[in-house]
Structures are given as structure tokens and as C-alpha cells.
T-cell receptor
Framework: DTGVSQDPRHKITKRGQNVTFRCDPISEHNRLYWYRQTLGQGPEFLTYFQNEAQLEKSRLLSDRFSAERPKGSFSTLEIQRTEQGDSAMYLC?????????????FGPGTRLTVT | SQQGEEDPQALSIQEGENATMNCSYKTSINNLQWYRQNSGRGLVHLILIRSNEREKHSGRLRVTLDTSKKSSSLLITASRAADTASYFCATDQMNTGFQKLVFGTGTRLLVSP
């Protein structure tokens, strides 16, 4: 399967712990996005990478959140000192500049539960 | 925050019937896209309509766009049980410098055999 993959698929953590999620985009895609989706809502944009550069961050991304994309390949999203309000599905998507980036390909998501 | 609203929030129909869902948005856009989400396959891109287009077809899908009213509709004809999913519109907003998708709140479609 050459689609977008995310790991882990599920994460249960206690409040105050740190968690890290990984996203592997489609290999030739230079654009990578993170979204957060809460129950009954559509995905909300968190951040955008073009190659290894993080070019845009939403105001939803507090200073407890950090994202990286070393070498422009996989990306990680870390949440420090998790809070119950962080419980959500975290989605990663990628697209290709060559395709003019119109279609974003989404991974299956990481469901985070903070207890 | 969500860009706009989708209507209805939930829709229940029988197989073979048509399903129509509507999306309204707030700002100028480059294009509007529809995505489907179910537990088995995650978010899947269905169709894209550019801001200078009024109607587009893809298989059993028909999308319309009215930029003067800032609204779009998705019609699924001859629905099947496998169409059961949540459907989201997503707008690619102008003047962001990159493709930032802003999703609506979604329509949950249930197609009964």
C-alpha cells in the first residue's frame, strides 16, 4: 500500500503525559498537512509543511504542540503535557506540487484519548 | 473554526434513491472539494469543482457551485448501501499562499438496503 500511513492508530494517555505521532506521506509528495478532528465535526487545519519547511501554523496549535518534518520525508506531531481537550483524531494528509496540490490524500488518522 | 455549514446534518434514504446534500461557505475560494469519510477507509477525495465552474459530474456524483450564493450541492444518484458515510465539503481559500482546506461540519448519510 503506497498511501499515507500514520502510527499509532490509537493512543490512550494520561493527562500531563507527552505523546508523539508519526505520518509517512506518499513518497513523491512534497506537501504535508496535519488536521485535528473532534467527534461530529469536520477536520480543522493545524499546520502545513512544504518539503522540510513548516510554512503555516493554525492558532489551534498552542505552544504545547510541535511538528517537524526532517529531510522533507516523514513528519512527527508531538503534544506535551496533554489535556483532556486534546482528545481527538489527528489526521495527516499529503499532496504533490506537480499535481498543483488540488487533491489531498489522507491517512487513517491517530485517535488520541486523554484520560 | 469551520468554514461553513452543511445541510442536512443527517440523511436517511433507501437504496436506489438519490441523496442531495448542501454546503455553504463564507469567503472567496479557489475551488471546492467533497470528501467522504467512513470508519473503514478514512477521508477520501470525491470530486473538485473550480471557482469558475458551475457543475461537474463524476460517475454517480454531480456537484454544483454557486459562488454568488457561496454554496455548493452534492447529488449522489442511485445510492447504494456502500455510500453510507459522512460527506464533507472543503474549500480551498484564496490568498493563503498554499492549499489550506477548510472543512464543513459534514452530512451523515445512511443508505438502507
Amino acid at each position: 500500500d503506497t498511501g499515507v500511513s500514520q502510527d499509532p492508530r490509537h493512543k490512550i494517555t494520561k493527562r500531563g503525559q507527552n505523546v508523539t505521532f508519526r505520518c509517512d506521506p506518499i513518497s513523491e509528495h512534497n506537501r504535508l498537512y496535519w488536521y485535528r478532528q473532534t467527534l461530529g465535526q469536520g477536520p480543522e487545519f493545524l499546520t502545513y509543511f512544504q518539503n522540510e519547511a513548516q510554512l503555516e501554523k493554525s492558532r489551534l496549535l498552542s505552544d504545547r504542540f510541535s511538528a517537524e518534518r526532517p529531510k522533507g520525508s516523514f513528519s512527527t506531531l508531538e503534544i506535551q503535557r496533554t489535556e483532556q481537550g486534546d482528545s481527538a483524531m489527528y489526521l495527516c494528509a499529503s499532496s504533490s506540487y506537480r499535481d498543483r496540490g488540488y487533491e489531498q490524500y489522507f491517512g487513517p488518522g491517530t485517535r488520541l484519548t486523554v484520560t | 473554526s469551520q468554514q461553513g455549514e452543511e445541510d442536512p446534518q443527517a440523511l436517511s434514504i433507501q437504496e436506489g434513491e438519490n441523496a442531495t446534500m448542501n454546503c455553504s461557505y463564507k469567503t472567496s475560494i479557489n475551488n471546492l472539494q467533497w470528501y467522504r469519510q467512513n470508519s473503514g477507509r478514512g477521508l477520501v477525495h470525491l470530486i473538485l469543482i473550480r471557482s469558475n465552474e458551475r457543475e461537474k459530474h463524476s460517475g454517480r456524483l454531480r456537484v454544483t457551485l454557486d459562488t454568488s450564493k457561496k454554496s455548493s450541492s452534492l447529488l449522489i444518484t442511485a445510492s447504494r448501501a456502500a455510500d453510507t458515510a459522512s460527506y464533507f465539503c472543503a474549500t480551498d481559500q484564496m490568498n493563503t499562499g498554499f492549499q489550506k482546506l477548510v472543512f464543513g461540519t459534514g452530512t451523515r448519510l445512511l443508505v438502507s438496503p
